[in-house]
Nanobody
């Protein structure tokens, strides 16, 4: 079983910054990708950013140039640095990790509990 613990959400003014963290633990043999999704009220969950095992990244067009995803391989932790935040960035942000379970030759996909980000003056 794999657990994800997120932190770093909160209230920030437009133009401000926040940094989200997500630490994965449990029966992990390897991690393929770590990413962040968000879901605003009344909308579907959408991809924000993802980082693969080779450190390649992919971002939603709406956050390119403002958000940066990074990963600490030793700590199985992924970060999302969010700068120049806009009110439309208000959402619950979810961490997602895909990988291989230790000792089972099976893949896993896990979601974090979500952390609220509110961008408002």
């Amino acid at each position: 079983q794999v657990q994800l613990v997120e932190s770093g959400g909160g209230l920030v003014q437009p133009g401000g910054s926040l940094r989200l963290s997500c630490a994965a633990s449990g029966s992990i043999y390897s991690i393929y990708t770590m990413g962040w999704y968000r879901q605003a009220p009344g909308k579907q969950r959408e991809l924000v950013a993802v980082i693969a095992n080779d450190s390649s990244t992919n971002y939603a067009d709406s956050v390119k140039g403002r958000f940066t995803i990074s990963r600490d391989y030793a700590k199985n932790t992924v970060y999302l640095q969010m700068n120049s935040l806009k009110p439309e960035g208000t959402a619950v942000y979810y961490c997602n990790v895909l990988g291989e379970v230790a000792g089972r030759s099976a893949d896993f996909g896990s979601w974090g509990q979500g952390t609220q980000v509110t961008v408002s003056s």
